[in-house]
């Protein structure tokens, strides 16, 4: 009767109706009665097999009816049955309910992110520490080499269990496969993703052991140089690609996966010397003959800075190329010998990593810089090792021991602020539309004594040289004299550490002019600075610059590149004026005069906006622009001057007649 019982319950139960899955209002799925397609099987998919399970959910604190929090856990599983290794692989999980992911197991984030992250827009996961998948054809079917599961733990907003927070999508990011839309089963949401040889090669394409090299606007170099059991050599190179990229003061920081630590260096320098994690942690417990005093970080994030120029000759922590220029890395368009910048480390590993072939890159890298553009950094990915120089003069080159690259590219934060600013004027009207209300951000206490959605004030010329808060009494005043009425309360500065004013000069039949004026309100000095000025219209008219040296920009048509000439290339903090107790203070300036042909752009109309920029940059960093034009009454003014004229005559004529009588 048991033997009998059992074949006949594993059949009824195979011969269950299978139940679809429906939306719920809170954004979730639970069970219909109705049947749905069945999921791709792993077995049935000879690509790369994609699985997102989810597990049990529950209630957290706080009690929020309208945005109700909810623990989550949830297992990505990604299982190569190809016939070619997939190499670096990537996975996107189109989270869609405000998720907050805490930890994940054997991946990393791919946009350098640490835990916990904001991941409810969506996150790709890069695999860490096993990044390469193998077939199961050179591993006889080992599924420890073949796949990998992702396990995470998080929180979720407004999917109530049972209801289940599905993901919008899961798709392989890796270039040259192709994912149709995922289908779901009970707890499970699948798709079987195969080669595409039509699909679009961004990135990842096949060559031997290891990934070619990527392009990026700035690139990361890791290369093993010397490497021993317990400890290697690391050089790493930052290299700038993008013609308007650029970072001033740069800080570089990672993540250490394996508890190594920075025994030295040399070209760079830890933000902060500090051994005490050592000394209190797993390194001082195994290293107990070292002498941590000479170790410079244990931090598991550390930040490395750059030099200054005067330890470049110095034999202990200087004399390694690009090295030491006070964290400056230039576009390549200004100098290609300053777009580079290097530096080497000692690191030394923990166990079970003590082999000399046993080597790994540190994870979640980023780098920014002082009024710079945002950068968002990938995983690193092995490369074939780099080539270095023979130092000995050879004829030769060296080979790194092993090599990884980071690509990094400029990106824009949801919801972050420019930090310069850029006003208009013109000889056509004496006022100066000046920067826009909280330009570059406004503090909160600020919002208390001024209005941060209230439109700027019109400006007389002379207003800007002088400090925003000296200009509200300059501001009123010529609102008077133009019969204009002023906000109340007064709009909020731009809060904008540099401006640009952008005054149209002169306008002729055969040409026109601009004048370009640099400010500089805080106390940082910009050393060679540069302003790119992209103009859809008119920059094909550019003819000459006289007080910096400007060019068009490669491959482009319309963007102008400007920077200091020798002398000139420095932007001067702001400073005291000459009587300091009743002298506002002076920014640091910097003008140059513009001029342009009509020849080769016919029929450009200079006051109607042609003459002004569309985009300005401020060493990378892309400017807030005025949202109105300076407006021009010539047109108005022209008949009624003429008709003064004649009206003139007429009287004159009249005059004369009348006298001859």
Request: some cysteine.
């Amino acid at each position: 009767m048991p033997g009998f019982f059992v074949p006949f319950a594993l059949a009824a139960f195979l011969f269950l109706p299978i139940c679809s899955i429906a939306q719920t209002p809170g954004g979730g799925t639970r069970a219909t009665p109705s049947a749905a397609a069945p999921a791709p099987a792993a077995d049935n998919c000879n690509g790369i097999f994609l699985s997102y399970r989810t597990g049990t959910g529950s209630k957290i604190a706080p009690t929020d009816p309208k945005h109700q929090p909810y623990r989550f856990e949830s297992t990505l599983t990604v299982q190569n049955n190809g016939i070619e290794r997939l190499k670096s692989w990537q996975v996107y999980v189109g989270f869609k309910h405000d998720e907050v992911l805490v930890s994940a197991s054997n991946a990393i984030l791919a946009d350098g992110s640490s835990y916990p992250a904001l991941v409810g827009n969506g996150t790709v996961f890069a695999g860490f520490p096993m990044t390469d998948l193998k077939t199961a054809i050179e591993t006889a079917g080992d599924s420890t080499q073949t796949s990998v599961e992702v396990k995470m733990l998080g929180t979720q907003f407004g999917v109530k269990p049972p209801a289940i927070p599905w993901p919008e999508n899961i798709t392989l990011v890796n270039d040259g496969w192709a994912c149709p839309a995922p289908s779901t089963l009970g707890g499970a949401m699948s798709v079987c993703c195969i080669r595409d040889e039509n699909a679009k090669k961004n990135i990842t394409v096949l060559d031997g052991d290891f990934l070619p090299r990527q392009s990026g606007d700035l690139t990361i170099a890791y290369d093993v140089t010397r490497a021993y059991d317990s400890s290697y050599w690391a050089q790493v190179t930052l290299t700038n690609h993008n013609h308007l990229g650029r970072l001033d003061n740069w800080k570089l920081s990672w993540d250490w996966m394996q508890d190594e630590f920075i025994f030295s260096m040399k070209g760079a320098y830890p933000s902060i010397v500090d051994s005490s994690p050592c000394i209190f942690g797993p390194q001082g417990e195994y290293y107990k003959q070292l002498d941590f005093s000479t170790v410079l970080n244990c931090e598991r994030r550390p930040t490395i800075i750059d030099l200054p120029p005067t330890k470049f000759n110095d034999s202990t922590v200087g004399m390694v190329p690009f090295c030491c220029r006070n964290g400056t890395i230039l576009p390549p368009s200004m100098d290609p010998t300053k777009s580079v910048s290097s530096f080497q480390m000692q690191v030394f590993k923990m166990p079970p990593t003590l082999n000399r072939s046993d080597l790994s890159p540190p994870q979640n890298w980023k780098i920014n810089g002082t009024l710079n553009p945002d950068y968002q950094c990938g995983p690193p990915v092995r490369v074939s090792p780099s080539e270095f120089v023979d130092p000995s003069g050879l004829p030769s080159n060296s080979t790194a021991v092993a090599s990884w690259q980071v690509v990094c590219n400029i990106t824009q934060p949801k919801g972050s602020s420019p930090r310069c600013c850029v006003s208009f004027s013109a000889f056509y009207n004496d006022s100066v539309v000046p920067c826009n209300t909280c330009a570059c951000g406004c503090p909160n206490r600020a919002a208390q004594t001024c209005s941060a959605t209230a439109p700027p004030v019109l400006l007389p010329p002379n207003a800007l040289l002088v400090p925003f808060d000296n200009r509200t009494t300059m501001a009123t005043a010529w609102a008077n004299i133009k019969h204009r009425q002023v906000p109340n309360p007064m709009p909020c500065p731009d809060n904008c550490g540099v401006s640009i004013n952008w005054h149209v000069n002169t306008d002729y039949n055969r040409g026109w002019s601009a004048r370009v004026t640099l400010f500089n309100w805080a106390e940082t000095l910009f050393p060679d600075w540069f302003v790119a000025v992209e103009m859809d219209k008119a920059a094909g008219g550019f003819e000459a610059m006289y007080s910096f040296n400007g060019t068009m920009l490669p491959n482009s048509n319309s963007t102008l590149f400007m920077q200091g000439l020798p002398g000139l290339n420095y932007l001067v903090g702001e400073t005291d004026g000459l009587n300091p107790s009743k002298d506002p203070r002076v920014p640091g300036k910097q003008q140059s005069v513009i001029s342009f042909t009509k020849r080769t752009t016919p029929g450009i109309n200079v006051p109607s906006g042609d003459g002004f920029p569309t985009k300005v940059y401020f060493n990378g960093e892309e400017c807030s622009l005025p949202s109105v034009y300076p407006t021009s009454d010539v047109s108005r003014r022209a008949p009624e001057s003429i008709m003064s004229v004649i009206l003139a005559a007429l009287v004159a004529s009249i005059l004369m007649k009348e006298l001859r009588w």
